[in-house]
């Protein structure tokens, strides 16, 4: 493997010195003074993800959403993630001001599970009928918008070829050159596939995942969030790393021949992100015909093809090329882990703990 040769620090001062320019304000900070919102709920606020998917949702999503309700204004909250997500709820649940959150599956099976959800039904939401049974399962409110695939991602300057296994994480010619931000949902979903591969099963015990996750550690530059993965491989300082398939498509696409991302011979597992009404919502009508607007064809396709994040729509059909990209080409389903998202969400903290306690701190 070589490097094409930069003018840089060491790779941990580096590290450290994006890690301080995260804290300096890269970093999304969710916004606390929000718009007065007037009694009949014509301000509409949305908090998700920020970044990338950020600007794929408004264009895809809320721009057109504003353009058929010139009477609506919405307000989009980033967030990190979904942990962050759900304690802003928890913070809010007297009074939210959030009325439409965007979570990982997990993250929503617990919100509902803690009341801070509203439900969803077919009136409310007509294009619930047209969503597979895994999109609306029982044990959460929200209802599924988008799937994404955990990748490999890696600098197309170093790997001549993609790497192709879970495996090359732990290549010992990649000391110094990995980042493991596995201390969120990356981590809780990739556990159950490590044990997989070890021939073990999640639901019984994820000590063969935890194993093969201390396998990597010693190639290990960065385990932290921030600054984020692909932030690091676009400055060299990392060439692989656990990442999203969506994300690091978007990137590459907007920075060509940096960033790229693989899905392993062994399989990857689906992170579905649902749309969720908030429980108390000052703006429960708009809410759910935002949602509604969310789930139809022609938003479904545009955001697939702005994000490479796969519809949850039956009714949209994808160009091939773009399917390719968003699930990895033929064969990739058929070594998808199906998760049982109640048995991993009711785990997914204690499972953070493993990881942070049993791999990161070692």
């Known amino acids: 493997m070589t490097r094409l040769p930069a003018p840089r620090l060491t790779r941990r001062v580096l590290l450290g010195g994006l890690a301080a320019a995260a804290s300096l304000g890269a970093a999304p900070r969710p916004a606390r003074a929000q718009p007065v919102r007037t009694q009949t709920g014509r301000v509409l606020t949305v908090a998700g993800f920020a970044g990338p998917?950020?600007?794929?949702?408004?264009?895809?999503?809320?721009?057109?959403?504003e353009a058929a309700h010139p009477d609506l204004r919405v307000v989009y909250r980033p967030i990190l993630n979904s942990a962050q997500l759900l304690a802003m709820l928890r913070l809010e649940r007297a009074a939210p001001e959030i009325d439409v959150a965007i979570a990982d599956i997990s993250i929503s099976i617990l919100a509902t599970a803690e009341g801070l959800l509203d439900t969803l039904s077919d009136r409310d939401v007509p294009h619930r009928a047209v969503l597979p049974d895994w999109a609306r399962p029982e044990s959460m409110n929200g209802l599924a918008f988008s799937r994404d695939n955990l990748a490999l991602l890696y600098d197309r300057r170093v790997f001549p070829t993609p790497p192709d296994s879970w495996l090359d994480l732990a290549r010992p010619d990649l000391a110094d050159e990995v980042c493991m931000p596995v201390e969120d949902t990356r981590g809780v979903v990739l556990l159950p596939l490590l044990t997989r591969m070890q021939g073990g099963d999640y639901r019984r015990s994820i000590d063969p995942g935890l194993a093969m996750m201390r396998r990597f550690a010693p190639n290990v530059a960065s385990?932290?969030?921030?600054?984020?993965?692909?932030?690091?491989?676009?400055?060299?300082?990392?060439?692989?790393?656990?990442?999203?398939?969506?994300?690091g498509q978007m990137i590459g696409r907007q920075n060509p021949g940096t960033i790229g991302a693989a899905i392993p011979r062994e399989g990857s597992v689906a992170q579905i992100n649902t749309l969720n009404l908030t429980a108390g919502s000052a703006a429960a009508g708009p809410a759910r015909a935002f949602i509604d607007h969310a789930l139809s064809v022609p938003v479904q396709t545009a955001f697939a093809t702005l994000a490479y994040y796969g519809p949850t729509n039956r009714d949209v059909v994808l160009p091939d090329a773009l399917a390719a990209s968003i699930f990895g080409g033929p064969g990739v389903a058929a070594r998808e882990l199906q998760l049982d998202w109640p048995f991993v969400s009711a785990r997914y903290s204690n499972w953070v703990r493993r990881i942070q306690r049993e791999v990161i701190s070692d």
């Open 53 to 65: 998917f950020q600007r794929a949702f408004r264009a895809a999503v809320i721009v057109p959403f």
């Open 223 to 247: 385990w932290n969030a921030q600054p984020d993965l692909y932030t690091l491989i676009l400055a060299q300082s990392a060439a692989l790393g656990v990442g999203w398939n969506g994300r």
